[in-house]
């Protein structure tokens, strides 16, 4: 598990998701050919080339009429989903079908959008719209038991990464129950309507790839709770309204809707106010917005960079603002590597003329209700960036709160926000304690701690231990040892929170 982690921990979400959609589409291609689906690969392949060539132009006219990046990825995204929700053509009228299907889903990006944020999944409501208006409806061939060990496979590892095995479990644990409930009620063969919904159904692709695509799904875990919930009632063969049966993309539409109602997502240009080197491989960006962000001191976005040649890991990633919601600028801080992505090479080069558009506000890594409740807060390099932001909020509101903070660097230098983090412990009363991993660049007047953070030091500094709420933020591997650690302390898994987003790398 460590070593399938690391591999998912280096790979960004949308080029995870790309390569599950591609071998299931080359599983589908060689079951075809050994005659397992009703279609041949030729068909398939065909489809699947036309889709792409359609969604890949759409989105690059449509990106340039509304004079936003465009996203190559979510285009190859979307017509990968499409060919395996809609049958493969077999004829010109079937080509019909899935060319209109492709230019409705890039369209309904740009067109069906509120404050430049896209409502509907739109492979999702592509479909719905075809079916009602030239008939041309989805017949999720991927929900077969043939595809199913590599639809198991593909959406584990989904799952995994997005960190949303819950959310994936709760929606297929609701269809199923409601479905036997439904069985039962009607006087259906229970055994039947399981091993359809199991077996014949999209329901684990439908999970683990559309429920959880993070920009139209709830921000927090409690929304995506309910709405795994909902979409997982309304995806039940059985429900109905006279004679308008319920389908899987009218379920993720109708979820889709309700929940933009309740936390309306939007997205905003950012444009450079200033550049400040806070460490030797640390930049703290500094950005206007075109409008005000209101979001929870903690939580993340989602960032567009347009740039030339982009490299396999794209042209999107997530940030933890930095900012507190009572400034008025966005603040990222973002460690460079010798061999970094050619997005972050284009952030480095940014001037004031770029911009950078922000959206899709989420997480949950945020401070509790009660301002009594004690807190540690356990930062690894860059993952100082929520604490920041909520340390920030705390100090402009005048808030005290019970707070340690342990922050671990490799080097001294490598130290940012030390302005905050002083005012934070002069004005507020946090404990701060630095810890220095590497003992050979221990400087000599140093007075912090050495060493990762272990058992020994958290019981060595922290006396009260198991009273307080922990929150990890860092790199991968050293939130899997805080977290080892503090379970090895007996400290409940309720207590400890971990910031994270799709698409670390």
Known sequence: MKYIDSLLDRTTMYRLVLYVLIGQIAMATMLAFFNLLHFSPLALLVST???????????????????????????????????????????????????????????????????????????????????????????????????????????????????????????????????????LYSGKTLSTELSYLLFQSPLLFFGSIMLTEPLTAPPTRTLRRLNAALVGILFIPLIHIGSLYSTPELALITGNALFYLVSPSKKVLLKLNKKLRLAPQIVDFV?????????????????????????????????????????????????????????????????????????????????????????????????????????????????????????????????????????AHSRLGVKILYTLTDPAAVPRNWTGCVGRVNEQMILRTIPDYDERTYYLSGPPEMVRASEQALKNMAVSGHQVKKDFFPGLV
């Open 49 to 183: 080339a036309f889709l792409v060539v359609i969604c890949w132009a759409m989105n690059t006219i449509c990106a340039r009429v509304f004079q936003v990046p465009a996203n190559i990825e979510s285009a190859f995204i979307t017509a990968l989903i499409l060919a395996l929700i809609l049958d493969p053509a077999q004829s010109p009228g079937g080509l019909q079908v899935i060319g209109w299907a492709a230019i409705l889903a890039m369209a309904s990006k740009y067109l069906l959008a509120i404050r430049h944020a896209h409502i509907f999944n739109p492979a999702a409501i592509a479909v719905v719209i075809t079916a009602f208006t030239i008939g041309g409806s989805a017949s999720w061939w991927i929900g077969t038991a043939s595809m199913l060990p590599v639809v198991l496979i593909g959406g584990w590892l989904m799952a995994r990464k997005l960190r949303q095995e819950e959310m994936v479990l709760l929606f297929c644990a609701v269809a199923l129950v409601g479905t036997l409930v439904l069985a």
């Open 287 to 423: 950005f206007k917005p075109s409008q005000p962000l209101a979001f929870t001191p903690g939580q993340y976005m989602e960032f567009t960079l347009e740039h030339q040649r982009p490299d396999s890991r794209g042209n999107r990633r997530y940030f933890t603002l930095a900012s507190s919601p009572t400034e008025p600028t966005v603040r990222l801080g973002v460690r460079f590597y010798k061999h970094s992505s050619s997005f972050k090479r284009a952030l480095y080069r940014m001037d004031g003329k770029a911009r950078l558009v922000a959206g899709q506000i989420a997480g949950d890594f945020t401070l509790p209700d009660d301002p009594s409740e004690k807190l540690v807060f356990i930062a690894g390099g860059i993952g100082i960036t929520p604490f920041r932001s909520m340390l920030k909020y705390l100090l402009d509101t005048q808030q005290r709160r019970d707070i340690v903070l342990i922050y671990a660097n490799k080097t001294a230098e490598e130290i940012v926000y030390r302005d905050t983090l002083d005012a």
